[in-house]
């Protein structure tokens, strides 16, 4: 088997860095006029993060102070860090953080190894007739809403008329009363959100494969690599940049979780708390009696510090092992 | 010799004609697992939509309804109005909403994967930045409400997800990965980059584009936040806060039972709520299995030849 | 050619989207001609969409316009949608001019912390005059927030009697009517719920004797008058200490009964949401709601509600407390630019049964008729089945004004509303009858604490956990979340508050 093929093939690919520039010297000359029509094609989109995302993060600022209206965001008392305290004053708060984050990495794992394994499924079959209805079924549990989810899972898990109770009854095995039980809930909770997640997580890796040169596949079928060793060195490496942006971009949100997941699914059950309650619910259930803006806003602030460092530090990482020509970090 | 090799070099190839139909007939296996993983709880939904209300509830949930109803359906249609527009609704925002928003993230997606664009680092960054730091409500709101005046207009429903960074990240990754020789063999001939953009880029990325369109048109399809914070007018209501609507004020008025007071409106049936949900899925999805053939056209496409 | 050709394309789908983007944010909204230069009073309040709307409030702002010389602009929104939108008009400072408040929706003592309301009661002695003598200062002094009325009380049913409700027929098949009806104690419930649940066991539909155990255990059941998160003063301590209800005596007795009829089979064993427990009411599953308010008219409600005749008995004693007086309020808005036209409006809603009654019943003739002019009892105009079927029905009275003068729509009900008022009227008053906390030095607290109840006290009212390690679990975790320190604020407002009184 000649792995170095595949690098050859790669190669070639790969921008000639500087040759043709040397070459054609008229296009060096209007390197300056590509780059003002570069900066016109990306100006919508800038006009827009700059109004809707850059306007309003003076708002950020809430989370600082004693927020009242009638003095404005500005002219509201600076209290300095007391709209944190809640966060980190009990030990519910600090389980909420430690949940949050070791299920989110959980997901974060699961589901993208799950996503690929799907899409590299998909990609086999991908001139079957079938594959547009299997996909399009895998989509479907995006459309149904959290609530709804709610009800079938409770279907499926409730005491006495629950499915999964009324097999275990069948068998002769114990039953379980599943919303009284928090050690199983980190796995029910990854099955549904993987049920709910791969169908639109393994798009965006199916359109990577999709996008690979066939040759590549014939030359290794030529030389005799099986359907594994295809994936493991010609399908994984071309999609490897969209995993790791992938990744990357998931460490951003590692703190924020999906509410009506573990609000709706485990239907708000204290007793699964231990397991279950993540720093969104957390925030949701401390500001059901006073609703405060100022600590509402402390709350984002404080997930989004963490994503944003943990971002910064993955993609450190990243430009540290990337390849000149493959640049594969954020910024 | 040569005649047993050549017999062995046959028989290996039926070997590999086996394996690979083994192989296929696995993928589809699994693959047809996971389908109906997905495709039952729908089903027990809609079965659920056509069972009569207290059979339900008396039986639970199953494939085929316990005492056969179209109630709920009527409950729905006794004002078909109300849906229609919401469809109407959906259906405008989600198309007019994707079109725009694809556009213009895959414009900044295509500058910010060109290496000689100067302004690329910082420009990345500035992109970036606003996927972590959000101001959070009251000031969007304020935005909305106060300097672009868009509550209770469609505008208020169509401008939140023009860009989306994490797509606009992805389309740059997979421009990236365009092969440079295209371009500058464009440039020979004389193509500037908007000609680039749209007569090679955009042909190329189909599948990328197909893949961040349907996120885009599934964003606008099952968004009901944008509608709860800035929607009061009925007639703009979108389909799927039809259905937010109708749960959430079920659970809303438990709250005056703390108080004594119960005699508000009538609260609308699981039933009706399990259909709301099919009117919600089911266009969806067709619209989906016709929206794939834009996506296998891509795979002709495939290669970056 | 190819790419023309697309390019027309693209244009023609801009221009559609113009096109269609202008239609949709042009359309002409509903507006009313005569009264054009006359201020325009918004007012907000929860409320699905009503068909006759317009209708209703041109009848009102010709009305008005009369006697205050104003309009209204009603804005009703959505019940699910209610405290996210008024939550964000209020915190950007978006004008309006009245809204709904209560400590349960658009939280009342969150608007006046932060300042959303202003105090009403100059305005309420000069522009409701009626209205204000209507009530005994008492009364007003509930919804006082330190020293200021920020909300205007409508008058409803004030005291919160507790007590069982039983569907009729299954009383009767048990036949336990007298020992029902004469109840006087959640302990003498036990049996009953004994002899329904055996009844349940044989019958096909009947699955549990009830279903919802929790109201069992709220501090009013046990003569407690409840001030914020888990803080309460018994109400016959004229001290007014201030307790840790999950403390008490009492919240240990109603735990014990909630644990031993979950374990006894009387309650589903599993977890389920509200509106699913409500539909297996609606579809008899269950015969018995073990605390729920026992008013005059309640069981007529109920069987309207429900379709179940029901039975009940009230068995917690009738207190007047803060929470209960100040259960439905109107607030008017710092933003209000006509703030003593806004009152005036308060006082036509309030002490004017017919403006009243346009505004929960809708107009005579279209909406309803009199089907007894004398007993003030209305029916569906024009044959409707049903006032769901006219048009125009919010159906909440008790959210616009002096419930007692809404026009009876049941002939059961008809004599209702002289009832309450006499339970209002001979309630015991709380110690802290008008005392209102304000928690904003105590926030972080106030989060932790109202955390830990959810986690640590919910189990408890649904009979999940055994009750002594449950109760010592909470206790540890109540102080570690810091109520030892909202009790000394409060107890420290309380005492300051007692010793303005007393001057």
Partial sequence: MDVSLNKDEKNNLAPPTSKPRSGFISLRGHLLKRNITWFIMALPALLWLLIFKYLTLFGSWIAFTDYKVRRGIFGSEFVWLDNFKFLFATDSAIRATRNTILLNLLFIFAGTVFALFVAWLLFEVYTSQFTRFYQTFLLLPRFISWVVVSYFVFALLSNEKGLVNLTLKGLGLQEVSWYTSPDYWPIILLLVSLWAGVGISSLIYLSGMLAIDPQLYEAAQIDGANKFQQFTRITFPMILPLVIINLLLSMAYIMNADFGLFFQVTRNQPLLYPTTDVLDTFIYRSLTVTRDISMASAAQFYQSVVGFVLVIFFNWIVRRIEREDEPLSLF | ?305 | MHTIFQKRKVVQVVLLAIALCLTFSWSPKASVMAQEDLPRLVYIYPGGAQEDLALVQEAMSAYMAERIGATIELRPIEWGAYNDQIGLINASGEPYDIAFTAPWINNYYTNVTEEYFIPLDDLLAEYAPNYWASMTPETWEAARVGGSIYGAINQQIFVKPFGPYIRTDILEAVGLVEEFEALTSYEDLAPILAAVQEYADQDDVLTQATYNLAPLNVAENWGYDPIAVDLVVDTTDATAQVQIYSQTEAYRTASQLIRDWYLAGYAPSDVAVWDEMDAAWTAGLYAVRVSDIVKPGGNAEVAARWGWEVTSVAIAEPVLTTAGVIATLNGVSYTSEHPELAVAFLELLNSDPVFYNMLSKGLEGVHWEWADQDAKLIRPANGAASFADTGYNPNTDWMFGNVFNAYYTDVTQVGAWEATAELNRNARPSPILGFTFDGSAVETELASVSAVLQEFGNPLGSGLVDVDEGIARLQEELQNAGIEVVRAEMQRQIDEWLAAKAE
């Fill in chain 2, 1 to 305: 010799m040569s005649h047993t090799s050549n017999l062995r070099e046959l028989r290996r190839q039926d070997t590999d004609r086996v394996m690979s139909f083994l192989g296929r007939f696995s993928v589809h296996i699994a693959l047809i697992i996971f389908s109906l993983c997905c495709l039952t709880p729908l089903l027990l939904i809609i079965s659920a939509s056509f069972t009569d209300e207290i059979a339900l509830t008396r039986n639970g949930y199953s494939l085929i309804p316990s005492q056969f109803s179209t109630e709920a359906y009527d409950l729905i249609f006794k004002n078909p109005r109300a849906i229609l527009q919401s469809y109407a609704i959906t259906i405008f925002i989600t198309v007019v909403g994707t079109t725009i928003a694809v556009t213009i993230m895959s414009l900044l997606a295509y500058a910010l994967s060109r290496k000689e664009f100067v302004l690329r680092k910082p420009l990345s960054f500035f992109v970036f930045f606003t996927m972590l730091f959000n101001g959070g409500i009251v000031p969007y709101y304020i935005l909305m409400t106060q300097y672009l005046r868009v509550q209770d207009t469609i505008f208020a429903l169509l401008l939140p997800y023009f860009v989306v960074v994490f797509y606009v990240l992805i389309l740059r990754t997979y421009f990236a990965a365009l092969p440079e020789e295209l371009f500058d063999a464009a440039r020979v001939d004389g193509a500037g980059e908007w000609r680039i953009f749209f007569s090679i880029v955009l042909p190329l990325a189909k599948p990328a584009l197909a893949t961040i369109g349907l996120f885009t048109a599934l964003n606008y399809w099952n968004d009901w936040t944008t509608s709860l914070y800035f929607i009061r007018d009925s007639n703009l209501y979108p389909l799927q806060y039809l259905l937010y609507i109708i749960q959430s004020n079920a659970q809303a008025m438990q709250l005056q039972s703390a108080v004594g007071n119960i005699t508000v409106g009538e609260v609308p049936t699981q039933t009706a709520r399990m259909a709301m949900a099919v009117l919600a899925t089911g266009p969806a999805a067709l619209f989906f299995l016709f929206f794939q053939r834009y996506l296998i056209r891509g795979v002709t496409l495939g290669s970056f030849k």
